[in-house]
């Protein structure tokens, strides 16, 4: 149902947009501002949109109360909101608005800022579901699904044809010829399904400040390609020396210290791919995070050798994200260009703070790939 | 907006309510009840209550706000009136029978306020309307000259509404005009002697007299080339009138002062409105209306209705509970000299005169008064202790809200402070030439709050952009004079003399 305040609604939501889009770049890179909300919405604390008056100053103001207490009592921390009948308090809150909207809504507010090409899903005439749809009428079929405006639809013109129809007593007795059923027809629903596989550099050398980053590069990636795809699965890798699959909590979480052996998790992502994705069903996103710092150069040779036979075959495209950090030589984005700067499939990337979250991520998914 | 039609039941609910309440001596506009689902209910509470308003984005979150709430269980609304002749009330689908009932009493007095209440005597009572003619000029204003540009100009009005002057529909604050004549009368004649025989003049006639009318004249004289020639406290009608204003803009502005003038007698008369429906309804319901069956439900809806809660001052509460203190002082015959002189507690406590004048005197005083004249005559030190009120404030040594107060000369004078001007710093127009550059000045006449620095800004801001020069305001930071400026959205300050 339509109402007038929709309009109005709609301006407030195209403002707040405006807003969103405006600060993208502050949200992006202050990753904890934003708050998932359910499962399909988010929760972004605006400034106030409200309209700037000639006010008093909130803390000389004070205020009158009723009820129990001494001089002196508290009556609750600042900001802190109370419950009470109706806005009848004077108690000030120079608060944040918490706008929701939905996921969708923010990857398509991030598509327009980065001037992210949408992405074209791969075999999407192969991948394929069918459903069925009531689309069709047919002359038999079951009662359950009998049509009856058709059916007395089919009656009345058959009566009317014999002259057996009378206007003064309009009695419609339908037979058996005028039965109408509903039938169904089945439709192919394209189907395209992506995974994520997050791999990160866990060694000792990425500290806190590091993961932050990944942190928040992941989400807004999930967030990208959630839009994108129908389902988007995301898996986990961790690796120092040694990889292995964790879930989400685990993999912002763990800090291991040792060395790094890069192909030990680049090993752990071939075969998840060749075991359970496969790729003429699948879209399949590696994103690859490290300060750059493998243990050998042999092991740097493995992974080229790894990425060029068992994961660029398969995958949509290869990202590799590089962490600035103090320890790290940070070689490892050097060789990967030097090997990969031909293929379209790898993109690095080199994130040297917080700020350039949203760079990298432009540079990650600026090929629609 | 979907009308439901009002079923029977209701219909008859409303009669006898209606009824009760006319025994009472209650006397309202016709009420025309319509039924709303939440959702509608929600659209026209964000409209202010009017089924068709002037497009803004401002009602749209208006509307998510009060949609959010609503859903997430925190805040229901239960009824809603406007002060119309027939007055508009629409009733929540799916609340019970009692609370619909109560609601009805509720409203009944709501409605005999806006009729009778001296302040509300000069709204307008066609104003469905006039919100409708507003509506249409601003949609008009839109098709020719864009929605954004517009709605970005009323956002900048909306940022002065409360720069008016409520009182000003009573009282006159300017003398009249002079006419030419008596202009010229007062120039050309002789200063101000007084008539006297030639041989008494100088004594009649001083020198010294003679020398204090010139200069008193030369004052006069001077006070007119001011311009205003006394602060003006309707900054919006002196923008209005004085601004240079395409005539878009100025309609623009002139339907955000009418309508902030409609809704200004409501912020100014919250609590004895409120606390005269309170009264009314709790005594319609259980003198008359409640059946036995009712008694809980009325009970639990009603102490949701007067709930307190600390930091909050609800405005049913304080009303309701002042009206029933008025009632017993004049059916007992407390008030008068001899009373205000006794000073003995225990013979004011047993005081009674059984003047019964209560009920009288309560039909007077809604008549009469507004939320300050209430408090400030009846806000007694009686009252404030037995209804436990206290005074609180920000503490920065804790970083809490704190209790600050339980005297009641500081509770009272914060309740008056909170209610004067509706809580609203006082800012008057000071000089429309500010230092002969046709600048303007703007004056906030400090009672001890210094002004929100961040919002003064932007409120700055938009005053530059109707007056289309840049803009000063004058007041006080900290104790010391502060004179803000913004020219061209640049904002800047230095210290000034504040007098």
Excluded at chain 2, 36 to 48: C, I, Q, R, S, W
């Amino acid at each position: 149902m339509s109402q007038k305040i929709d309009l109005d609604h709609g301006r407030f939501r195209q403002i707040i947009r405006g807003k969103i889009k405006q600060n993208l770049r502050k949200y992006i890179s202050q990753g904890e501002m934003i708050a998932k909300k359910g499962k399909d919405t988010v929760a972004i604390p605006l400034p106030s949109v409200d309209i700037p008056h000639f006010k008093h100053g909130d803390k000389q103001q004070g205020g009158v109360g009723q009820g129990q207490g001494e001089v002196g009592d508290s009556l609750g921390q600042d900001g802190e909101e109370q419950p009470g009948a109706g806005q009848a308090g004077d108690r000030p809150g120079d608060h944040l608005m918490d706008i929701e909207i939905s996921i969708q809504e923010l990857a398509e507010i991030m598509g327009e800022e980065l001037e992210l090409p949408r992405i074209q899903p791969k075999g999407t005439e192969k991948i394929v579901a069918w459903k069925d749809k009531y689309s069709g009428i047919r002359t038999t079929g079951p009662e359950s699904l009998r049509h009856f405006r058709r059916t007395y639809k089919q009656a009345i013109r058959r009566q009317i044809a014999m002259g057996t129809y009378d206007p003064k007593n309009p009695v419609i007795v339908p037979i058996k010829d005028d039965k109408r059923y509903r039938s169904w027809k089945k439709e192919p629903l394209p189907q395209s399904n992506a995974v994520i596989i997050y791999m990160m550099d866990v060694s000792g050398s990425m500290g806190d400040e590091q993961k932050e980053i990944v942190r928040i590069e992941s989400f807004w990636i999930d967030t990208w390609l959630t839009s994108q795809y129908h389902g988007v699965e995301s898996r986990f890798i961790i690796h120092d020396a040694m990889a292995k699959e964790v879930d989400r909590e685990t993999f912002f979480k763990t800090r291991e210290s040792g060395g790094t052996m890069i192909s030990s998790a680049y090993k752990l992502c071939a075969k998840m791919i060749a075991d359970e994705y496969p790729s003429e069903l699948w879209n399949i996103y590696p994103f690859h995070f490290s300060d750059g710092d493998n243990w050998s150069v042999d092991d740097t040779h493995t992974c080229v050798e790894l990425l060029k036979n068992d994961l660029l075959p398969f995958v949509n495209l290869f990202a590799y994200g590089q962490v600035e950090s103090p320890y790290g030589s940070g070689q490892f984005i050097k060789d990967l260009t030097e090997h990969f700067d031909e293929d379209e499939r790898v993109v690095t990337s080199e994130i040297k703070g917080k700020d350039a979250i949203m760079d990298s991520i432009k540079e990650f998914l600026g090929k629609g790939r | 907006m979907t009308i439901k039609r009002f079923p029977a039941y209701l219909r008859d609910m409303q009669e006898e309510v209606e009824g009760y309440a006319k025994n009472y001596g209650l006397d309202f506009f016709p009420i025309l009840y319509e039924v709303l689902d939440y959702k509608t209910m929600n659209e026209v509470a964000a409209y202010g209550g009017f089924p068709t308003r002037y497009p803004h984005w401002r009602f749209g979150m208006d509307y998510e706000q009060l949609s959010k709430s609503y859903e997430w269980g925190l805040s229901k609304i239960y009824e809603m009136v406007i002060n119309t002749n027939p007055a508009y009330a629409y009733l929540l689908e799916g609340n019970s029978l009692t609370d619909q009932k109560i609601v009805m009493a509720h409203v009944c007095a709501h409605v005999d306020f806006f009729k009778h209440n001296y302040f509300f005597s000069k709204t307008n009572r066609k104003m469905i309307d006039g919100m409708a003619n507003h509506s249409a000029r601003v949609r008009r204003h839109m098709a020719r000259h864009g929605q954004e540009v517009v709605e970005d100009y009323i956002d900048v009005c909306l940022s002065l509404e409360n720069l008016i002057d409520p009182m000003s529909a009573y009282i006159v604050r300017t003398p009249k005009p002079r006419t030419p004549e008596q202009i010229e009368d007062d120039e050309s004649g002789p200063v101000g002697r007084l008539r006297s025989k030639g041989y008494m003049d100088s004594f009649i006639n001083p020198p010294e007299y003679i020398e204090a009318q010139k200069k008193k004249k030369e004052d006069d004289k001077k006070q007119k080339r001011r311009f205003p020639e006394s602060p003006q406290r309707d900054v919006l009608a002196f923008l209005i009138e004085h601004a240079p204003l395409e005539h878009w803009q100025r309609d623009c502005l002139e339907i955000v002062r009418d309508e902030a003038y409609y809704f200004a007698p409501q912020a100014m008369t919250k609590i004895m409105n409120e606390g005269w429906a309170s009264y009314w309804h709790s005594k319609i319901l259980t003198e008359k209306a409640l059946t036995a069956a009712e008694v809980i439900d009325y009970a639990d809806a009603n102490a949701g209705v007067l709930a307190t809660s600390p930091g909050r001052l609800n405005p049913y509460k304080l009303g309701v509970e002042l009206f029933r203190s008025i009632e017993e002082r004049w059916n007992k015959g407390q008030f008068g000299k001899e009373w205000d002189e006794c000073d003995s507690m225990e013979q004011k406590r047993n005081w009674d005169r059984r003047t019964g004048l209560g009920a009288k005197r309560i039909f007077e005083v809604r008549k009469l008064y507004n939320d300050i004249t209430f408090i400030d005559e009846f806000f007694t030190l009686e009252f404030c202790v037995e209804q436990k009120f206290y005074s609180f404030g920000f503490s920065e040594r804790s970083g809490s809200w704190e209790i600050m107060s339980r005297e009641f000369k500081k509770v009272k004078d914060q309740m008056l402070r909170m209610l004067t001007n509706r809580g609203q710093p006082v800012i008057v127009v000071e000089d429309g030439n500010f230092e002969n550059k046709s600048e303007l000045l703007l004056r906030h006449v400090h009672e001890g709050i210094d002004l929100d620095a961040g919002q003064a800004r932007d409120t700055l801001r938009n005053a530059s952009r109707v007056w289309t020069r840049p803009v000063n305001l004058l007041t006080k930071v900290e104790g010391k004079g502060k004179l803000l400026r913004c020219e061209d959205t640049n904002l800047s300050e230095r210290s000034a003399e504040y007098t």
